[in-house]
């Protein structure tokens, strides 16, 4: 019997069994719909938590600290310039 590790360690095998038929039965549009979905909470998210903690900056400040998280600040420094010239 082949032994996989468990994708979710706070989900039972069966429930988790379960999911994965789901997703496994699920067209691929609708896979591409979740994923973006999931992207555009955890970016909404990430811009709630760089507002709390950057309180008064502009949007574009704002959205400018988000490229650096996520391409990491090298890669956003080299597309976008250093974050102090960007207003």
């Not at 994965?20 to 549009?29: C, K, N, S, T, V």
């Amino acid at each position: 019997m082949l032994h996989r590790t468990r994708l979710y360690a706070d989900t039972s095998a069966e429930a988790e069994r379960v999911l994965l038929a789901i997703y496994g039965r699920m067209p691929i549009w609708r896979k591409i719909e979740l994923i973006e979905d999931a992207n555009r909470t955890a970016r909404h998210l990430a811009m709630v938590g760089l507002q709390s903690r950057h309180h008064g900056e502009s949007v574009a400040k704002l959205r400018r600290r988000l490229l650096g998280l996520v391409l990491g600040e090298e890669t956003a420094r080299k597309i976008y310039g250093p974050l102090d010239h960007d207003q």
